[in-house]
């Protein structure tokens, strides 16, 4: 199986930056797409950025211009760059990544969840 773990949330004023980091690690998974997802208190999660294998990005419109996705693919390994954050960028921040896992098949996968707070 593949474990997906996320690190790098915490607190931040507003205008500030954080950098999340995310890795999916274990039995042989050939990734499709990383991505991060959002979900505030009362709402829907959401997609934040998606990124595939190829770096072919996608990105919310609430985020474009100040987050960045970026992968390492030897690593298996996303990152987040989230620049001139806002309060309602509030959110815990989940990790999924979607690929081929040896001998399985296509899986999707999800970490636990990281808290980023942005206080104004």
């Known amino acids: 199986q593949v474990q997906v773990v996320e690190s790098g949330g915490g607190l931040v004023q507003a205008g500030g930056s954080l950098r999340l980091s995310c890795a999916a690690s274990?039995?042989?998974?050939?990734?499709?797409?990383m991505g991060w997802y959002r979900q505030a208190p009362g709402k829907q999660r959401e997609l934040v950025a998606t990124i595939t294998s190829g770096e072919t990005t996608n990105y919310a419109d609430s985020v474009k211009g100040r987050f960045t996705i970026s992968i390492d693919n030897a690593k298996s390994t996303v990152y987040l760059q989230m620049n001139s954050l806002k309060p309602e960028d509030t959110a815990v921040y989940y990790c999924?990544?979607?690929?081929?896992?040896?001998?399985?098949?296509?899986?999707?996968?999800w970490g636990q969840g990281i808290q980023v707070t942005v206080s104004s």
């Open positions: 999924n990544a979607d690929g081929w896992l040896y001998r399985e098949g296509r899986k999707n996968y």
């Open positions: 274990g039995s042989i998974f050939s990734i499709n797409t």
